[in-house]
């Protein structure tokens, strides 16, 4: 039996998922998806994929105090921040029969012999989106020069994040993103989505954007929805606009991602090498003095 733990919100979620269909794949229906820690400690929106996607159930769920039991006694544990890229742990067979695995895989190393599986995986549910949502869709999808950018700040805004990340998603990153898109798409038409629009609105130059402002705690899925249907993006050093770039169908894309996403990791590390790196100016100020720089 290999167990993979779930772990973090929707972004992450996301990935381990498609490690799971990968694994899935090469060790059968001995693979499944521990969401034991996500339905006792109720973080983020709790697990999602089922309630977003139509995926089959695959989860393993047991009390708390049994899973750290088991991780404790009878499961080898494999932490992904110890095989430092070796992919050997998630594609060789191995003797002891109980296997726990605890990561994010964010790469598309970990899922890219089942990419096909992941789209479809991913696809999203448009029979439970907003009458707003739907909306706003349909005006996307006609509109050529549809632009999506996300801002995250948030969580991000808080010591214990901006400081080992370092603030990378900096003012100067969105600015450099913003005038290097209006020269790829002039013209081009912003959707903006960000837990602090009025950040946005202070800080960046729009002069052709609509604020999506509407989809908040359980429904905040569907800005990730409405972003993979722009026709360009312009993400956060964020699982979640991510996905929604890797989402997006269109095969002339355009998406920008901050070159380094976080104080020890670049973004060659977790980008689809088609996607286009711009710089950031790396910064260490807090995230109120980095909006005036």
């Known amino acids: 039996m290999r167990l993979i733990k779930m772990a973090g919100g929707l972004g992450n979620q996301m990935f381990i998922y498609a490690m799971y269909l990968g694994m899935r794949k090469r060790f059968g229906d001995s693979v499944r998806i521990d969401i034991t820690d996500l339905k006792h400690r109720h973080t983020h929106n709790g697990y999602e994929l089922n309630r977003i996607f139509r995926i089959l159930p695959c989860e393993f769920c047991t009390s708390w105090i049994v899973e750290k039991i088991l991780e404790g006694t009878i499961f080898r544990i494999i932490l992904e921040r110890h095989q430092h890229g070796c992919m050997d742990a998630y594609l060789k067979p191995m003797r002891w029969p109980f296997i726990y695995y605890k990561g994010f895989y964010q790469n598309e190393r970990y899922f890219l012999d089942v990419e096909d599986e992941v789209r479809e995986a991913f696809t999203f549910d448009e029979n439970i989106i907003s009458d707003r949502t739907r909306l706003c869709l349909e005006h996307l999808r006609r509109d050529p020069k549809a632009v999506s950018i996300h801002v995250r700040r948030g969580d991000y805004t808080q010591p214990k994040y901006w400081l080992p990340m370092g603030q990378y998603a900096s003012t100067a990153y969105f600015l450099n993103a913003i005038e290097s898109m209006s020269i790829l798409m002039p013209g081009a038409h912003y959707y903006v989505f960000s837990d602090d629009l009025q950040w946005v609105r202070d800080n960046l130059p729009l002069e052709n954007a609509n604020f999506v402002d509407w989809n908040t705690g359980a ?75």
Not at 222 to 245: E, V
């Open 219 to 293: 429904d905040s899925w569907q800005d990730m929805m409405l972003m993979s249907n722009c026709r360009h993006n312009i993400i956060s050093n964020s699982t979640f606009s991510w996905w929604a770039a890797w989402l997006n169908g269109y095969s002339e894309k355009i998406v920008m991602a901050p070159r380094q996403w976080s104080a020890t990791q670049p973004a060659t590390d977790l980008v689809p090498a088609s996607w286009l790196l711009i710089e950031n100016v790396p910064t260490r100020d807090t995230p109120t003095e980095g909006a005036q720089e």
